[in-house]
């Protein structure tokens, strides 16, 4: 595995994933022809497995639509607990997410957490969102500690603008901790680096 941006995946790194569980993602506008969430759901699978080598007791993986479900400690051999035919819901509360996710990595007191979301729309509380990340950015003792990729999958253009907006400009917030890409034209170590580039 080659880290072409020279970024560090550490042993004790931990990894969180979120899949988006909003009705859209039943739309079949996937390089394969797989639902988002199908595709989105094996994209993860793979993640999962590259993850496990750094974060050795296992990733957690988050469901949000509505609310938030949470499994903890998924391996890649138990990858198959992340259901496969969810509840679709909706609303796309994302912020839950950004705020779950940093109070487990303060929980745990690691050193560096990877947020991984994959969704393919706009949030329905998006100032939420972006005080969520302005609040964790401006909170970090260190720019590396904790970082958010945005990996995005199906054809919404204004889910994309905005999450490069988010990327982009959130002037108010101490260090730059999102990222974004596309789901399809990414894999772990690039999703990896992008995310801590910001």
């Known amino acids: 595995m080659t880290n072409t941006n020279n970024l560090e995946l550490n042993q004790g790194d931990d990894f969180i994933i979120a899949l988006d569980v909003s009705a859209s993602m039943q739309a079949t506008d996937t390089p394969t022809g ?67 996710a940093w109070n487990e990595h303060k929980a745990a007191a690691n050193e560096q957490t990877t947020l991984m979301i994959v969704t393919d729309g706009v949030p329905s509380d998006k100032q939420a969102v972006k005080d969520a990340i302005v609040r964790i950015a401006n909170e970090m003792k260190d ?20 999450i490069q907006n988010l990327d982009d400009n959130l002037k108010e917030a101490k260090h730059d901790i999102v990222g974004s890409a596309r789901l399809e034209d990414i894999d772990f170590v690039s999703a990896f680096a992008e995310a801590v580039e910001g």
């Open 143 to 162: 720019e590396r500690e904790f970082n958010i990729i945005f990996l995005t999958v199906g054809g919404d253009v204004g889910a994309a603008e905005y």
């Open 34 to 100: 797989a639902t988002r969430y199908d595709f989105s759901l094996e994209k993860t699978k793979l993640f999962i497995g590259e993850a496990g080598k750094y974060d050795t007791d296992g990733v957690s993986v988050y469901l949000f639509g509505q609310k938030l479900t949470t499994f903890k400690d998924v391996t890649a051999g138990a990858a198959d607990k992340v259901p496969t035919a969810p509840v679709f819901e909706m609303a796309t509360q994302t912020h839950l997410v950004i705020n779950e």
